[in-house]
C-alpha cells in the first residue's frame, strides 16, 4: 500500500505567490546580512529571498539613512497646497476690496459730518 501526496501548484502561471516583508523584518534582514555571522546564503534560503531583493533591500536602508541624516535641525517649514493658497490669496484680495470701500464710505461720512468729528 502506497500513500501519495497530493501537491499544490504554487500559482496558476507557475510562478511564487509574492511576499511582501514589513519594514522590521526587512531590517532585520539587513542587521542579519551586514553582521557576518551568518553566511548571506544562508539568510537567503531562510527567508525565501533572491540575492536581488537583498541588494533592493541594502539601497532601500542607505536611501532612508541617508534622508534622514540630510534633515536639519529645527522647526520644519510648513508648506500649503497650490489650491488652498489661491483660494487664501483670492480671498485676501476680497477682503482688502471691502476694507477699502469701508474706508470710502467713512470718509464719505466723515465729510457729511462737520469735517469729521462725531460730537455735536
Known amino acids: 500500500m502506497s500513500v501519495e501526496k497530493a501537491t499544490k501548484p504554487a500559482s496558476v502561471s507557475g510562478r511564487k505567490k509574492r511576499r511582501f516583508l514589513s519594514p522590521e523584518k526587512k531590517y532585520q534582514i539587513f542587521l542579519e546580512s551586514q553582521s557576518g555571522k551568518t553566511p548571506v546564503g544562508e539568510i537567503l534560503r531562510r527567508e525565501g529571498i533572491y ?6 533591500i541594502r539601497n532601500q536602508v542607505k536611501e532612508a539613512a541617508l534622508g534622514r541624516l540630510s534633515t536639519r535641525p529645527g522647526a520644519k517649514k510648513k508648506s500649503v497646497p497650490l489650491d488652498d493658497y489661491e483660494s487664501l490669496k483670492r480671498e485676501l484680495e476680497e477682503k482688502e476690496r471691502a476694507l477699502a470701500e469701508q474706508a470710502v464710505e467713512l470718509a464719505i461720512l466723515r465729510k457729511k459730518t462737520n469735517g469729521g468729528s462725531w460730537e455735536r
Open 51 to 56: 540575492s536581488t531583493d537583498l541588494a533592493r
